[in-house]
């Protein structure tokens, strides 16, 4: 049987070596650095029909939006930064159309833009996977996370599948 003296030693070595784990944690963590920009292209028009012209015309290489996600690092600290650039359309005259093209809009936009997170959430997984191999072979890593990204496009037929759509 373990003396009391003994016993808040071994106590407090326990709870040291878990702050310790705690803190390693945090600390590769926070060695990640996710920031992000979000940018809007005006479109016009009161019908669903003129809003997809509009959005095929004007939208990032022919798509409604984008979600673009850059890795750097630091190969001597292994300092990670993912860096994500949202663009979306922005209906500039939403405001005269009929009430029920707004409602079929804004659903589709949430749709839309849960579509783009996603997209950035492989973005930020690619950056966790480089930190976490302490930055060995990150452009394999990032080649896997793009691929996801392709994949996930192609399952969800750009996110039509997920109600990006205007009828």
């Given at each position: 049987m373990n003396s009391p003296a003994k016993l808040p030693t071994k106590i407090t070595m326990l709870l040291a070596a878990l702050i310790a784990f705690v803190l390693q944690a945090s600390i590769s963590e926070a060695s990640i650095s996710i920031k992000s920009k979000t940018h809007y292209y005006q479109i016009?028009?009161?019908?669903?029909?003129?809003?997809?012209?509009?959005?095929?015309?004007?939208?990032?290489?022919?798509?409604w939006a984008y979600a673009v996600w850059f890795i750097d690092w630091d190969n001597e600290g292994c300092d990670v930064s993912v860096k994500i650039n949202y663009i979306y359309p922005s209906w500039?005259?939403?405001?005269?159309?009929?009430?029920?093209?707004?409602?079929?809009w804004r659903k589709m936009i949430r749709a839309l833009k849960k579509h783009e997170k996603n997209h950035a959430r492989n973005g930020i997984m690619a950056g966790r996977a480089i930190d976490k191999s302490s930055c060995k072979n990150p452009d394999a890593t990032i080649r896997k996370w793009s691929s996801i990204d392709q994949e996930y496009d192609s399952s969800t037929n750009h996110g039509k599948t997920e109600g990006v759509v205007l009828p």
């Open positions: 016009n028009g009161s019908t669903t029909g003129e809003l997809k012209a509009q959005m095929r015309k004007k939208g990032p290489n022919g798509h500039a005259n939403i405001d005269k159309a009929p009430n029920s093209v707004q409602l079929i």
